[in-house]
Structures are given as structure tokens and as C-alpha cells.
């Protein structure tokens, strides 16, 4: 199984307007956890802006987006290296 780190960069007013789509954000991160998609996420914080996710890559499909995506103004991910 490849393991994914995807990188989300916010905009300056992230922190203003995250509010109104935390709980569809959260629930929508909740349930790609219990289908085990998402292993581990979270905010970076110092200072606060962007987020990190590891996701298990179990096929070549993309996990759905979050409706917290239109708070992400840019995004990377890389592939981990096995050992």
C-alpha cells in the first residue's frame, strides 16, 4: 500500500472564514478515516494556515474533496518511500 502527505496551503483570511464549513469539513474527514483513507490530518499551527494530511493510497482513485476546500488556495502531496 503507498502512503500519501498532502500539503494545503490557506489563504491569509482562513482563519475568519473556516467557521461556517468546519462541520461539514470535519464529517467529511471523520468518514474518510472510518473507510480508511485518511490515517492522520490536522491544522499546522505557529503560525496557523495550512493543514496536513496522511492518506493510504489503496488504489489510484483521489479521496473525494472536502467542503472545506475552497479554503485551500494551493496543495501538494508526495509519495512516502518504503524502506
Known amino acids: 500500500m503507498k502512503h ?3 500539503f494545503h496551503e490557506v489563504p491569509p483570511d482562513y482563519l475568519d472564514r473556516r467557521a461556517e464549513h468546519r462541520s461539514a469539513h470535519l464529517a467529511h ?3 474518510a478515516h472510518e473507510r480508511g483513507e485518511i490515517l492522520l490530518a490536522g491544522a499546522l499551527a505557529d503560525p496557523p494556515g ?3 494530511l496522511l ?3 489503496k488504489t489510484k482513485a483521489w479521496p473525494r474533496p472536502s467542503p472545506g476546500r475552497i479554503l ?3 496543495w501538494s502531496r ?3 518511500a518504503r524502506a
Open 50 to 52: 495550512g493543514a496536513a
Open 72 to 74: 485551500h488556495r494551493e
Open 4 to 6: 500519501v502527505l498532502l
Open 55 to 57: 492518506f493510504a493510497a
Open 29 to 31: 474527514a471523520w468518514a
Open 78 to 80: 508526495r509519495a512516502l
